[in-house]
């Protein structure tokens, strides 16, 4: 199995200088390349689609919802939904997407989220978490605004690229990291926070969920057809980026 490049919903970058993390700088930029490319278009967001099965008639809050093509996708499959995002930038591509009424509110994880308890029956969040220290306050916020025996869908670095990428590092240790990227002609770095495997299913647990999937899936099946080249150095048609859980509130 082998190795393709982490690439989070959201990214920001200029051409002169980078900044870490900065969405709202690269978010048109970002949003365009990221739309139908491998990592976001034809892996993570069928995988995410995967795990959350049949949605018709359900509320699901996608946290860190991007320009919106997984609201759009969930909302095609009959969904109620509605997302956050911190950045401006980006949550203002989403409107144009998904129409003017779409449900949407600039708001951070690691922050009160702004609904009221149980008010979602799924919530999303994908490629966010590993943006963070923390995970305590996050996850107590994100099982707070599930109904009781809701879902948390979850996508995050596969903690064991850090190691593929640095040899040397400390996969046991909890530390942050950074990795230089570019789109659409742009330099962006991109911050992020690893943490090894049981720190990740600990914390799950001790906030209240049960994990009941936890996948390192291929990407979707047209995936080779449309990109041949990336995708003839990985024989078995998989690659390690992200993992993926689905976890119930207890």
């Known amino acids: 199995m082998g190795r393709m490049p982490p690439a989070p919903e959201n990214s920001a970058g200029r051409a002169d200088q980078p900044v870490t993390n900065d969405y709202d700088s690269f978010a048109e930029a970002y ?3 990221t739309e139908s490319n491998l990592i976001n278009g034809y892996y993570t967001r069928p995988a995410i689609l995967d ?34 995002d911190s950045s401006a930038e980006i949550l203002a591509l989403a409107r144009q997407r998904l129409g003017d009424g779409a449900a949407l509110r600039q708001a951070a994880l690691g922050s009160p989220l ?16 590993h943006y963070l220290e923390d995970w305590t306050a996050p996850l107590a916020e994100l099982r707070r ?16 690229v ?7 590092a400390d996969y046991f240790t909890t530390h942050q990291w950074s990795e230089d990227h570019t789109f659409s002609g742009r330099h ?14 600990g914390a799950f647990t001790a906030a209240g969920f049960r994990i009941t999937v936890m996948s390192e ?5 047209q995936a080779r057809d449309l990109f041949p080249d990336v995708l003839a150095t990985f024989p078995s048609g998989s690659f390690l980026s992200f993992l993926f859980f689905a976890l119930e509130a207890a």
């Open 31 to 33: 949003a365009a390349e």
């Open 51 to 84: 795990l959350a099965g049949d949605v018709a008639g359900r509320r699901i809050l996608d946290v860190g919802c991007g320009a919106g093509p997984l609201l759009a996708a969930l909302r095609e499959r009959g969904a109620i939904v509605t997302g956050v």
């Open 114 to 129: 702004p609904f009221p308890d149980g008010a979602f029956d799924d919530v999303v969040v994908c490629l966010v978490l």
């Open 145 to 160: 605004v599930l109904a009781p025996g809701g879902r948390l869908i979850v996508a995050v670095n596969h903690p064991f």
């Open 162 to 168: 850090r190691k593929l990428i640095s040899p040397g």
């Open 188 to 201: 962006a770095v991109l911050t992020y926070w690893h943490r090894p495997l049981h720190a990740m299913t």
């Open 217 to 221: 899936p291929p990407p979707a099946p």
